[in-house]
């Protein structure tokens, strides 16, 4: 059924013109400064807010609201109320105040909080984030909110995230005074994340106990085809998934997420949908509404969406594309190179801020997109690796290089000199050559940092991101101060220039996925920390602590829960991954070989009875093989359980962290080896689970 899409778009969220046409015109005014100037709200705009949300979202099928957070687990969290209160007559009326809106008290107690639980008091409360529009779905209405505990410390994403952007706002409009660029009032940071995901039939999924225990895949022996024809890649779209693809539109056009680009990716099964990009606290909320109604409309279609990282082996893994940009009340994208020599200038030091903040916190950046299932993505030939450099492309770099050398860069069509801005050349936007392979890449007006995970929220890189960016233009700004108009251009240059020696280290161009690259940046000093515990200690360290307490993004106790529940999901993630294995292979492969053992036994005995000198040398030779594999796997499952509880009763999580990641992922890999063997001389209507094949091709 056609639809009208734009009666259809954010027809579920309480959006701007819905807020106008609800609220008293003192009201919506007074609401609306608070949302552009994050100024306090006062109670009776709360409580006109709440009044006119309820009307709206009865109005729409609601009955209940909840206060949508998002703790430090991968999913969101809800406690739903319902409107309704009794008036003592045996009646009820449905009632929403503005102290329900603007505060909640949801039982803190069973959300990690790696210690912070311990030492501080245990409630915790939801404040609402009115920059995040509240919206309706499956009859509740929805209100974004940020998670704390009494004493102020974050127990969630969104705290830390509108803290980073606030720090940035704050340090980049004083950088913009500075630079003469007095109207500015407010800056904000804009993400568009392109999310990667698999889809699979719903009925294999749920024969497989990998699948639902783990989000992917620990055994299968490879399909005989896999992505090798790249025939997947921008294909034509399936029925059944065009189906998908098209509802998934439509539920998340009404929650007024601008979903744009959808395509089939490298991957069989893979698939990609992009959004238009957003404010990036409306952007994290945004994708995590997305990820949630992606699964849910996969299962009205009969199929699962997989949105872990690395769901088969030997197939490409899904990421996600954070696509970052700062943009100015007036609307002016402060990362785009602009016409006029004052614009260039402008960009530049936005640019080069951006490139400092990277190199001296390419650490943190890893650290932020650290999880046990992007491990198995990060450097594995199909994603960028671990190590974090900048793709500028070849002409901001010569440019950039014309800088640091007081040289003038001649190029050719894309940069004309401009001799009256002295120093500072002016060009046109970069056509942006693409390079894949960089994690962090230029693409001519927004950086896309591509180390991320499909399954994370996009909030922990965006911390980073803008408190990094915020750290570099705070660090500007002092060198800039005092200083008089007439001088300004020759300061700024001098900054530029300095700022590109010192951090050029960080910018490479080529082809990340080679081994000369790792040498190459091993020389260069740069970062390679491969897996989540080798990176993790990082983040306590005294540079980290310092920018993080500083711009008050963090407490010590706050950084110090969060490095413990990283490394407490890594180890609990692995040890069910352990557990599952080791129960799969035992329960499905073993005892599916000792029926095929016996069928083929069974065949040689019959075949000698009937014909007493006939070979059986297959018979022979299948048994002694899968005998060797019995044997293998036998062997390797002890092993694993062993390294496993031994990982486990480590008292130190960093070093129960390493253990698994040392031991126990190498004794699955040496299990799966032996199992995927086995698999694939086992006939598929002995095999208990569906194959690869079925997984990646049936749809
Ligand atoms: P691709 O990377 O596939 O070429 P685009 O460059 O058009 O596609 O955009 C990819 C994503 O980047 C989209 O989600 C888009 O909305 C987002 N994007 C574009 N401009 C900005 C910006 N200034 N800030 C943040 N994200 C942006
Ligand atoms: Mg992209």
């Not at 009201?27 to 705009?45: C, F, G, P, R, S």
């Not at 998002?70 to 009820?92: C, L, R, W």
């Not at 209100?143 to 830390?160: Q, R, W």
């Amino acid at each position: 059924m056609a639809q009208n899409i734009p009666e259809l778009y954010g027809s579920l969220v309480f959006n701007d013109k819905i807020m106008r046409s609800k609220l008293p015109k003192d009201m919506y005014k007074a609401l609306k400064k608070t949302i552009q100037n994050e100024t306090h709200l006062e109670l009776d705009v709360a409580n006109s807010v709440a009044v006119a949300m309820k009307e709206w979202a009865i109005e729409n099928g609601a009955t209940h609201y909840t206060h949508w957070f998002q703790p430090m687990t991968n999913v969101t969290a809800e406690k739903h109320d319902s409107f309704i209160s009794p008036t003592g007559d045996g009646q009820v009326i449905m009632d929403f105040s503005g102290k329900e809106l603007v505060k909640g008290e949801p039982d803190a107690s069973s959300f990690p909080s790696g210690g912070l639980r311990a030492t501080f008091e245990a409630r915790g409360y939801t404040a609402w984030d009115p920059t995040s529009p509240a919206f309706i779905k499956d009859g509740t209405l929805y209100i974004p909110t940020a998670f704390c505990s009494y004493s102020g410390e974050a127990l969630d994403k969104k705290t830390p995230l509108l803290r980073s952007m606030e720090t940035l706002n704050r340090e980049a409009v004083h950088m913009l005074h500075l630079l003469g660029n007095k109207d500015v009032k407010h800056v904000t940071t804009t993400v568009g994340p392109e999310q990667e995901y698999f889809l699979v039939d719903k009925e294999l999924y749920n024969q497989r106990k990998d699948l639902i225990f783990c989000g992917r895949t620990l055994i299968g022996a490879p399909a005989p085809k896999g992505q090798e024809m790249e025939d997947h890649y921008f294909g034509a779209l399936k029925p059944r998934i065009s189906a998908y693809m098209h509802e998934l539109d439509e539920e998340l056009w009404k929650l007024g997420i601008p979903a744009k680009t959808k395509h089939n990716e490298v991957a069989p099964a893979q698939h990609e949908l992009a959004p238009v990009f957003d404010t990036t606290n409306v952007a994290v909320d945004h994708n995590q509404l997305t990820m949630e109604i992606m699964k849910k409309v996969a299962d009205k279609h009969g199929l699962v969406c997989l949105l872990h990282e690395k769901p088969f082996e030997g197939i490409n893994g899904s990421g996600k594309h954070n696509n970052w940009s700062m943009i100015t009340d007036g609307g002016c994208n402060l990362l785009d190179p602009g016409k006029t020599p004052a614009e260039n200038t402008q960009f530049l030091v936005f640019l080069t801020a951006v490139i400092k903040a990277v190199d001296n916190y390419a650490d943190l950046l890893r650290i932020s997109v650290a999880s046990p299932g992007n491990d198995h993505r990060l450097g594995a030939n199909e994603a960028p690796p671990a190590i974090v450099s900048i793709f500028l492309g070849d002409e901001l770099t010569e440019i950039l290089k014309a800088i640091e050398n007081d040289k003038y860069f001649n190029g050719q069509n894309a940069i004309q000199m401009d001799i009256g801005a002295k120093v500072l050349p002016h060009f046109v936007k970069d056509n942006t050559d693409r390079n894949r392979t960089s994690p962090f890449a230029f693409t001519g007006n927004k950086f896309e940092f591509r180390m991320l995970g499909s399954a994370a929220s996009v909030a922990n890189p965006n911390i980073v991101l803008n408190t990094a960016v915020a750290q570099s233009l705070r660090e500007f700004s002092q060198q800039l101060e005092n200083v008089a108009p007439e001088d300004m251009e020759t300061a700024v240059h001098k900054l530029l220039k300095n700022t590109i020696s010192e951090h050029k280290r960080i910018i490479f161009n080529g082809n990340g996925y080679t081994d000369e690259w790792v040498e190459e940046a091993e020389k260069r000093g740069l970062y390679n920390l491969k897996t989540t515990p080798d990176a993790l200690p990082m983040f306590t360290s005294e540079k980290n602590v310092a920018l993080l307490t500083e711009h008050k993004i963090f407490t010590k106790g706050e950084l110090h829960s969060r490095y413990e529940i990283w490394l407490e999901n890594y180890a609990k993630t692995i040890n069910i991954e352990s557990n599952t294995m080791a129960e799969m292979v035992q329960k499905d492969v073993l005892p599916c070989m000792i029926t095929y053992m016996e069928q083929v036994a069974n065949t040689a005995r019959l075949k000698k009875a009937v014909v007493a000198d006939i070979s059986i040398a297959s018979e022979a030779a299948l048994l002694k093989k899968l005998t060797e594999l019995q044997d293998a796997m036998t062997e390797a499952i002890q092993t694993l359980k062993k390294d496993t509880s031994k990982a486990q009763s480590y008292d130190d999580i960093l070093e129960s962290s390493k253990a698994y990641q040392a031991t126990v992922l190498a004794d699955m890999e040496s299990l799966r080896k032996a199992a995927d063997e086995a698999e694939a001389l086992l006939p598929e209507t002995l095999l208990p689970y569906p194959t690869y094949d079925k997984l990646l091709f049936s749809i």
